[in-house]
């Protein structure tokens, strides 16, 4: 049974900094490749940062720069980094895993087939 539960939403301040972390159960390949997308009321869910099992990292391009994504597999946990925050970077956040598919990105979405309830970021 694979789950993902996020945390370490909130408020913040923009120009401040916030970090999420995504603890995931199941079986290994649930860390074949895990991600953060992030959601607003009526925009389509976006991939923010991916990590593939290698180490290997990609992020999405509105966010390049101002976040690193990084996991520790002791601890089954995805952590997300991100800085300097924005208005538009209030948003719904959430964490997925690609068990399937032998690549790893932040796109297509379809990748992702177990995903967590996500946690809120609001930036003020």
């Known amino acids: 049974h694979v789950q ?9 301040l923009a120009g401040g900094s916030v970090r999420l972390s995504c603890q995931y159960y199941g ?4 860390a074949n490749c895990i991600g953060w997308f992030r959601q607003v009321p009526g925009k389509e ?3 923010v940062a991916a990590i593939y099992s290698d180490g290997m990292t990609f992020y ?5 720069g101002r976040v690193t994504i990084s996991k520790d597999n002791a ?9 300097s925050l924005k208005s538009d970077d209030d948003a719904v956040y959430y ?11 932040t796109r297509p ?3 992702y087939d177990y995903w967590g309830r ?3 970021v609001t930036v003020s």
């Open 118 to 120: 996500g946690t809120q």
């Open 4 to 12: 993902l539960v996020e945390s370490g939403g909130g408020s913040a």
């Open 60 to 64: 999405g391009d509105s966010v390049k």
């Open 75 to 83: 601890k089954n946990t995805l952590y997300l980094e991100m800085n």
């Open 95 to 105: 964490c997925a895993a690609a068990s399937r598919v032998g690549r790893c990105s």
């Open 45 to 47: 869910r976006e991939g």
């Open 27 to 30: 079986p290994a390949l649930v």
């Open 109 to 111: 979405l379809s990748d």
